[in-house]
């Protein structure tokens, strides 16, 4: 294993990675550092290219030491799908779609629990409890209960149905919250802390950002893009935004590729994606401020980015700084008109934060900040059959 050490990106202090980590003390969240000079020797793109067709071909770049810790579903390797169709239609015609629906449990969530429990199965952890708005409970719920873990999963009444489901099913002690995720963090909290020195043994806290691991999942989403475009980077990546796990984890990435010469100089412009719903990031990036306020009376349909208050704000908004991406909120009515001309064009049904990549898409083109010569990638971060809702078939006539 590669893995050195865990940094602080706020204070710039060091943690060690061989035991389990929550928070730095100055309350940022913590990164996973490499020997990236030991991995350009073990390791380079050719080498790579024969391997399975999950995110453990990065296997180098990840934080597991022994195969045995390696709890996988085989998620990764989706498929890069060309959108030209519905691409020309909006004057974006190298318009690409990464598919995380394709993903076991129907999201990229599973991405961050892999890695995330089976790091957490390495370092000896035997509970683990989180706040979701679904997708991430019900994907760390299934890789717990396969790497033989308790889950405790707390999750909005709003949340997606077939989530809840998901937990449940999976064996997981699921706890109904009626508000938001930030209310049912607070609920997590108090568990986790009733847990410390309980005879039944201590909760592990896996909130979004607050262990280091799930973010080593998800940035392979940007290893794959790159790779699938044969070590290529694109224009632009629209990322739609809650926690904003994986526009870090993809800025992360795309930075650890630049180290190993992977990649050249020239980043993709990073775009983080919410709706007017819900739009802490964009109100914070709008101000030029290097952190977001809390957003008031969130909602929105694309409920995986209904996120008042992400503990990342600082990261996302360097990301999108970094690499001259921008912030973008779009309207549900938009977001739903565009996954159903979406399905019309190009056959596949969205989850409604992939559609809302491509409203943004719409209209940055429209605006001229996507230029038509521009090679765009839109993350489809679930499977569009986890949302019914979306597709209304109520009202069809039955005619036999
Ligand atoms: C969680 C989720 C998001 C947002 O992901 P973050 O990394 O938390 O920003 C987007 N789409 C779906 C379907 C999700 O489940
Ligand atoms: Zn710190």
Redesign the pocket.
Same mark, same amino acid.
């Given at each position: 294993m590669y893995l050195t050490h865990l940094h602080c990106p706020r204070c710039d202090t060091s943690h060690p990675a061989d035991r389990p980590q929550n928070l730095c003390a100055c309350g940022s969240p913590l990164l996973a550092r490499y020997d990236l000079a030991e991995v350009r020797k073990a390791v380079d793109p050719a080498a790579l290219a024969g391997r399975s067709a999950d995110l453990w071909r990065y296997r180098e770049l990840l934080p597991v030491a022994e195969e045995r810790h390696v709890t996988t579903f085989g998620e990764g390797w989706t498929p890069l799908l060309p959108a030209a169709r519905y691409g020309e239609s909006i004057g974006v015609p190298d318009l690409l779609i990464k598919d995380?629906g394709l993903v076991p449990t129907g999201?990229?969530?599973a991405r961050?629990a892999a890695v995330g429990v089976s790091r957490a199965r390495e370092l000896g952890i035997r509970h683990v409890a989180m706040p979701?708005?679904?997708?991430?409970g019900a994907a760390w719920a299934t890789y717990a209960a396969r790497a033989g873990m308790r889950a405790t999963i707390a999750m909005p009444l709003g949340a997606p149905t077939i989530t809840r489901r998901e937990c449940v099913a999976a064996g997981a002690e699921l706890h109904l919250i009626d508000g938001l995720i930030s209310d049912a963090g607070r609920y997590v909290g108090t568990l986790i802390a009733d847990s410390a020195g309980s005879p039944d043994g201590e909760i592990f806290d896996v909130s979004?950002l607050k262990e280091p691991y799930r973010l080593e999942g998800?940035k392979t989403m940007g290893y794959e893009v790159v790779e699938q475009l044969g070590w290529q980077v694109p224009d632009v990546i629209l990322? /739609?935004? &809650?926690?904003?796990?994986?526009?870090?984890?993809i800025h992360k990435a795309l930075h650890e590729l630049r180290e190993l010469g992977w990649i050249g100089d020239t980043l993709p412009r990073l775009v983080?994606v919410q709706s007017t719903g819900c739009a802490p990031i964009v109100r914070a990036f709008g101000a030029g401020a290097t952190r977001a306020e809390p957003w008031a009376d969130a909602w929105t349909v694309?409920?995986?980015?209904n996120?008042p208050a /992400?503990l &990342?704000d600082e990261l996302?908004l360097d990301a999108l700084r970094d690499t001259a991406g921008t912030a973008i909120a779009v309207d549900d009515e938009a977001i739903l008109a565009d996954l159903h001309d979406f399905g019309a064009r190009e056959g596949l049904l969205l989850?409604?934060?992939?559609a809302a990549c491509l409203t943004a898409a719409r209209q940055l083109r429209a605006g001229g900040w996507i230029r038509a010569d521009e090679r765009v990638v839109v993350?489809?971060? &679930?499977a569009g059959l986890?949302y019914p809702e979306t597709v209304d078939v109520d009202s069809l006539p039955v005619v036999g």
């Open positions: 995380e999201s990229f969530k961050g979701t708005n679904g997708n991430a979004t998800k990322y /739609p935004t &809650g926690g904003g796990v994986g526009l870090i984890g983080a694309a409920f995986g980015i996120v /992400p &990342g996302i989850c409604p934060e992939g993350l489809n971060t &679930g986890k």
